[in-house]
């Protein structure tokens, strides 16, 4: 089955100073991969995903990751956080359930602290 | 607003009563996922609707819970004699078809506290 794990439950950086998140995942096949976001109390947004092809991704808000399928690993990026970064990260994959579908299997999250 | 509504976004309630809790998704998805949230854990998938057609089903989706989707629009998420341990953040998402895996758009979610 597949899984996610983020082995950071916190970090804390500085304003402006440069980010990285860690994501291993775990599963047989070509895995499609996400990184959401989710601001307390609210849903989650999508920040980036990985299908196929480059292997660089960028997303929204200045983030990037980057696929390591040697190291079944889907890092998030930023060069340079803001306060409103601050907020908790997920993880995901996405995998094919028993109906010929897909679902999402997300790690347990990073919480991003900013400090002044 | 287009983007995937829930409804209520708060809900407490005594032990033993029913809640129902509403999702609407972007209007042109026809996939509908349903999770949970509980405190210090991501997502955990529940069930999956394409159209109406409910496809899949978590382990964790008890006989006390029920989803709808009657129309393939809006989805319904009915728990029975709810209990302590369902109190947990109620996710819904939605997603285009046309790939077997897309990217889902989540609500904001049904936070759900159980006296």
């Known amino acids: 089955a597949q899984s996610v794990t983020q082995p950071d439950i916190h970090i804390t950086v500085s304003e402006g100073a440069s980010l990285e998140l860690r994501c291993n995942y775990s599963?047989?096949?070509?895995?499609?991969l996400f990184w959401y976001v989710q601001s307390p109390g609210q849903g989650l947004q999508l920040l980036l995903k990985?299908?196929?092809?480059?292997?660089l991704v960028q997303g929204i808000k200045g983030f990037e990751a980057e696929f390591k399928r040697s190291q079944s690993s889907f890092n998030l990026r930023k060069p340079s956080v803001h306060w409103s970064d601050a907020a908790e990260y997920f993880c995901?994959?996405?995998?094919?359930?028993?109906?010929?579908?897909?679902?999402?299997?997300f790690g347990k999250g990073t919480m991003l602290l900013v400090s002044p | 607003d287009t983007g995937v509504s829930q409804d209520p976004r708060h809900k407490i309630t005594k032990r033993g009563q029913n809640v129902t809790f509403r999702c609407d998704p972007i209007?042109?998805?026809?996939?509908l996922y349903w999770y949970r949230q509980t405190l210090g854990q991501g997502p955990e998938f529940l069930t999956y609707?394409?159209?109406?057609?409910?496809?899949?089903k978590s382990r964790l989706l008890s006989d006390r819970f029920s989803a709808e989707r009657p129309k393939g629009s809006f989805s319904t998420l009915e728990i029975q004699r709810t209990e302590q341990g369902d109190s947990a953040m109620y996710l819904c998402?939605?997603?285009?078809?046309?790939?077997?895996?897309?990217?889902?758009?989540f609500g904001p979610g049904t936070r759900l506290t159980v006296l």
């Open positions: 990985y299908f196929s092809g480059d292997t």
């Open positions: 209007s042109e998805h026809n996939r």
């Open positions: 609707f394409q159209n109406e057609a409910q496809l899949e």
């Open positions: 599963y047989g096949a070509t895995p499609y």
């Open positions: 995901a994959v996405g995998a094919l359930m028993n109906s010929g579908y897909s679902t999402l299997t």
């Open positions: 998402a939605s997603s285009f078809s046309g790939r077997s895996v897309n990217e889902q758009f």
